[in-house]
Protein backbone atom coordinates (compact mmCIF):
# COMPACT_ATOMS: atom_id res chain seq x y z
CA UNK A 1 0.00 0.00 0.00
CA UNK A 2 0.94 3.32 -0.35
CA UNK A 3 1.78 5.06 2.83
CA UNK A 4 1.88 8.71 0.91
CA UNK A 5 -2.10 8.24 0.30
CA UNK A 6 -4.66 9.09 2.69
CA UNK A 7 -6.04 5.58 3.26
CA UNK A 8 -10.43 4.63 2.64
CA UNK A 9 -11.48 2.43 5.25
CA UNK A 10 -15.13 1.04 5.27
CA UNK A 11 -17.15 -0.36 8.53
CA UNK A 12 -19.96 -2.20 7.99
CA UNK A 13 -22.26 -2.94 11.14
CA UNK A 14 -25.87 -2.32 12.06
CA UNK A 15 -24.86 -1.79 15.51
CA UNK A 16 -24.42 1.73 15.56
CA UNK A 17 -22.68 2.07 18.97
CA UNK A 18 -19.99 -0.43 17.75
CA UNK A 19 -19.33 1.46 14.38
CA UNK A 20 -19.10 4.56 16.22
CA UNK A 21 -16.88 2.69 18.51
CA UNK A 22 -14.58 1.61 15.90
CA UNK A 23 -14.36 4.90 14.04
CA UNK A 24 -13.12 6.59 16.71
CA UNK A 25 -10.70 3.87 17.31
CA UNK A 26 -9.39 4.58 13.38
CA UNK A 27 -9.59 8.33 13.80
CA UNK A 28 -7.17 8.84 16.50
CA UNK A 29 -4.86 6.17 14.68
CA UNK A 30 -4.99 7.36 11.59
CA UNK A 31 -6.38 11.21 11.85
CA UNK A 32 -6.46 11.88 7.98
CA UNK A 33 -8.68 8.68 6.86
CA UNK A 34 -11.56 8.61 4.91
CA UNK A 35 -13.81 6.33 6.94
CA UNK A 36 -17.68 5.45 5.66
CA UNK A 37 -20.05 3.51 7.91
CA UNK A 38 -22.81 1.19 6.49
CA UNK A 39 -25.48 -0.44 8.16
CA UNK A 40 -25.96 -3.02 5.47
CA UNK A 41 -24.22 -4.98 3.55
CA UNK A 42 -26.17 -4.55 0.18
CA UNK A 43 -25.22 -0.66 0.30
CA UNK A 44 -21.83 -1.32 0.58
CA UNK A 45 -21.86 -4.11 -2.00
CA UNK A 46 -23.52 -1.64 -4.27
CA UNK A 47 -20.51 0.85 -4.04
CA UNK A 48 -17.87 -1.04 -4.20
CA UNK A 49 -19.79 -2.36 -7.43
CA UNK A 50 -19.81 1.57 -8.82
CA UNK A 51 -16.10 2.45 -8.30
CA UNK A 52 -12.35 -0.34 -8.03
CA UNK A 53 -10.60 -0.54 -5.42
CA UNK A 54 -12.69 2.21 -3.46
CA UNK A 55 -12.11 1.43 0.34
CA UNK A 56 -8.23 -0.05 1.46
CA UNK A 57 -9.89 -2.12 4.12
CA UNK A 58 -13.39 -2.96 5.28
CA UNK A 59 -14.33 -4.20 9.02
CA UNK A 60 -17.27 -6.26 8.20
CA UNK A 61 -19.74 -7.56 11.25
CA UNK A 62 -20.69 -11.08 11.15
CA UNK A 63 -23.99 -10.99 12.73
CA UNK A 64 -26.50 -8.08 10.94
CA UNK A 65 -30.01 -8.05 10.65
CA UNK A 66 -30.39 -8.46 6.56
CA UNK A 67 -27.61 -9.85 4.67
CA UNK A 68 -24.95 -11.20 6.95
CA UNK A 69 -21.10 -10.17 7.07
CA UNK A 70 -20.14 -13.89 5.44
CA UNK A 71 -22.70 -13.86 2.86
CA UNK A 72 -21.40 -10.04 2.37
CA UNK A 73 -18.04 -11.28 2.10
CA UNK A 74 -18.81 -14.07 -0.44
CA UNK A 75 -20.42 -11.06 -2.75
CA UNK A 76 -16.90 -9.05 -1.93
CA UNK A 77 -14.57 -11.55 -3.11
CA UNK A 78 -16.34 -11.76 -6.49
CA UNK A 79 -15.51 -7.60 -7.56
CA UNK A 80 -12.36 -7.69 -5.55
CA UNK A 81 -10.57 -10.32 -4.73
CA UNK A 82 -7.73 -8.70 -2.90
CA UNK A 83 -9.39 -5.88 -0.08
CA UNK A 84 -8.48 -6.87 2.71
CA UNK A 85 -11.63 -7.84 5.05
CA UNK A 86 -11.54 -7.92 9.06
CA UNK A 87 -14.24 -9.82 10.35
CA UNK A 88 -16.03 -8.31 13.92
CA UNK A 89 -18.10 -10.45 16.00
CA UNK A 90 -19.56 -10.92 18.95
CA UNK A 91 -18.90 -15.07 18.66
CA UNK A 92 -15.95 -17.05 17.49
CA UNK A 93 -17.76 -19.54 16.07
CA UNK A 94 -17.68 -18.10 12.34
CA UNK A 95 -13.87 -18.48 11.84
CA UNK A 96 -14.35 -21.10 9.44
CA UNK A 97 -16.57 -19.33 7.36
CA UNK A 98 -13.84 -16.26 7.41
CA UNK A 99 -11.59 -18.41 6.27
CA UNK A 100 -13.04 -19.51 3.46
CA UNK A 101 -13.34 -16.22 2.47
CA UNK A 102 -9.85 -15.47 3.32
CA UNK A 103 -10.62 -12.75 6.06
CA UNK A 104 -7.30 -10.38 6.85
CA UNK A 105 -8.44 -11.07 10.68
CA UNK A 106 -11.32 -12.14 13.30
CA UNK A 107 -11.48 -9.69 16.13
CA UNK A 108 -14.27 -10.54 18.79
CA UNK A 109 -16.41 -7.71 20.09
CA UNK A 110 -15.83 -5.36 22.41
CA UNK A 111 -13.10 -4.60 19.79
CA UNK A 112 -10.54 -2.49 21.79
CA UNK A 113 -8.34 0.20 20.02
CA UNK A 114 -5.04 -1.67 20.74
CA UNK A 115 -6.35 -4.75 18.56
CA UNK A 116 -7.57 -1.78 15.85
CA UNK A 117 -4.02 -0.73 15.58
CA UNK A 118 -2.54 -3.93 15.21
CA UNK A 119 -4.53 -4.83 12.56
CA UNK A 120 -3.73 -1.05 10.78
CA UNK A 121 0.11 -1.83 11.36
CA UNK A 122 0.21 -5.20 9.67
CA UNK A 123 -1.43 -3.73 6.66
CA UNK A 124 0.83 -0.95 6.53
CA UNK A 125 -1.22 2.29 7.37
CA UNK A 126 -0.12 3.14 10.80
CA UNK A 127 2.68 5.95 9.32
CA UNK A 128 4.65 6.71 12.85
CA UNK A 129 4.88 4.29 16.05
CA UNK A 130 2.44 5.72 18.71
CA UNK A 131 0.75 4.78 22.41
CA UNK A 132 -2.85 4.78 21.94
CA UNK A 133 -4.51 4.61 25.61
CA UNK A 134 -8.19 5.48 26.94
CA UNK A 135 -8.55 7.76 29.76
CA UNK A 136 -12.20 9.59 31.13
CA UNK A 137 -13.74 8.17 28.09
CA UNK A 138 -11.52 9.50 25.74
CA UNK A 139 -8.52 7.99 23.67
CA UNK A 140 -5.41 9.63 23.05
CA UNK A 141 -2.78 8.57 20.62
CA UNK A 142 0.19 10.08 21.16
CA UNK A 143 2.99 9.37 18.53
CA UNK A 144 6.62 8.15 20.12
CA UNK A 145 8.24 11.08 18.51
CA UNK A 146 6.33 13.73 20.70
CA UNK A 147 7.37 11.93 23.94
CA UNK A 148 10.31 12.96 26.00
CA UNK A 149 9.79 11.11 28.80
CA UNK A 150 7.03 8.83 30.96
CA UNK A 151 6.78 8.39 34.37
CA UNK A 152 4.65 7.11 36.81
CA UNK A 153 3.39 7.42 40.38
CA UNK A 154 0.02 5.84 42.42
CA UNK A 155 -1.37 3.88 39.72
CA UNK A 156 -0.88 6.92 37.19
CA UNK A 157 0.94 7.11 34.11
CA UNK A 158 2.44 10.14 33.18
CA UNK A 159 3.30 11.25 29.26
CA UNK A 160 5.28 14.24 29.35
CA UNK A 161 6.03 15.73 25.77
CA UNK A 162 8.14 17.48 24.20
CA UNK A 163 6.09 20.58 23.60
CA UNK A 164 6.12 21.07 27.12
CA UNK A 165 2.19 19.22 27.45
CA UNK A 166 1.24 16.46 29.59
CA UNK A 167 -1.28 13.85 29.44
CA UNK A 168 -2.13 11.04 32.26
CA UNK A 169 -4.23 7.68 32.64
CA UNK A 170 -4.62 5.07 35.22
CA UNK A 171 -2.07 2.50 34.90
CA UNK A 172 1.40 1.08 35.43
CA UNK A 173 3.98 1.08 33.14
CA UNK A 174 4.42 -2.38 32.20
CA UNK A 175 0.85 -1.81 30.68
CA UNK A 176 2.46 -0.11 27.72
CA UNK A 177 6.23 -1.75 27.26
CA UNK A 178 4.80 -3.80 23.95
CA UNK A 179 3.69 -0.47 22.58
CA UNK A 180 6.90 1.01 22.97
CA UNK A 181 9.18 -1.99 21.88
CA UNK A 182 11.92 -1.44 19.10
CA UNK A 183 11.65 2.17 19.41
CA UNK A 184 13.92 4.84 20.88
CA UNK A 185 11.96 5.13 24.04
CA UNK A 186 13.73 2.82 26.75
CA UNK A 187 13.08 2.16 30.86
CA UNK A 188 15.28 3.01 32.99
CA UNK A 189 14.13 2.97 36.02
CA UNK A 190 10.95 1.36 37.95
CA UNK A 191 8.96 4.69 37.36
CA UNK A 192 10.78 5.86 34.02
CA UNK A 193 11.05 5.33 30.53
CA UNK A 194 13.34 8.48 28.58
CA UNK A 195 13.05 8.94 24.67
CA UNK A 196 16.76 8.84 23.67
CA UNK A 197 16.24 11.61 21.11
CA UNK A 198 16.04 13.57 24.11
CA UNK A 199 18.75 12.85 26.15
CA UNK A 200 21.02 15.75 26.79
CA UNK A 201 23.68 13.37 28.44
CA UNK A 202 24.59 10.57 30.50
CA UNK A 203 25.80 9.80 33.80
CA UNK A 204 26.81 6.29 35.32
CA UNK A 205 23.64 6.22 37.56
CA UNK A 206 21.37 9.17 35.62
CA UNK A 207 20.30 10.32 32.76
CA UNK A 208 19.92 14.13 31.68
CA UNK A 209 17.25 15.75 29.76
CA UNK A 210 16.62 19.13 29.26
CA UNK A 211 15.56 20.75 32.85
CA UNK A 212 15.62 17.70 34.79
CA UNK A 213 18.24 14.43 35.30
CA UNK A 214 16.43 11.14 35.67
CA UNK A 215 17.62 8.17 37.97
CA UNK A 216 18.77 4.93 36.20
CA UNK A 217 18.22 1.83 38.19
CA UNK A 218 20.82 -1.45 38.76
CA UNK A 219 17.85 -3.34 36.88
CA UNK A 220 17.71 -1.55 33.91
CA UNK A 221 21.83 -0.08 33.76
CA UNK A 222 23.80 -2.54 31.72
CA UNK A 223 20.76 -2.51 29.14
CA UNK A 224 20.02 1.56 29.31
CA UNK A 225 24.01 1.84 28.80
CA UNK A 226 24.61 -0.55 25.75
CA UNK A 227 21.19 0.64 23.89
CA UNK A 228 22.22 4.18 24.27
CA UNK A 229 25.81 3.75 22.67
CA UNK A 230 24.20 1.76 19.83
CA UNK A 231 21.84 4.46 19.09
CA UNK A 232 24.49 6.91 19.25
CA UNK A 233 26.46 5.03 16.63
CA UNK A 234 23.61 4.67 14.32
CA UNK A 235 22.95 8.60 14.34
CA UNK A 236 27.13 8.75 12.74
Do not use: W
Amino acid sequence: MNTAKKFAVAICDDSLQDADILEECIRNILADSRITKYTRGNQLLEDLEKQDHLYDLVFLAICMKEKNGIDTAKEIRKIDEMLPIVFVSGSDRFYREAFDVFAFQYLLKPITCLEVKAVLDRLGMVREPAVVFRYRARIYTIRHQEIMYISSSLHTVNFHLTNGKEFHCRGKLADFEHQLKNSHIIRCHQSFFVNMESIIGMKSNSIIMENMVIPISRTYMKEVQERYLQYLDNKK
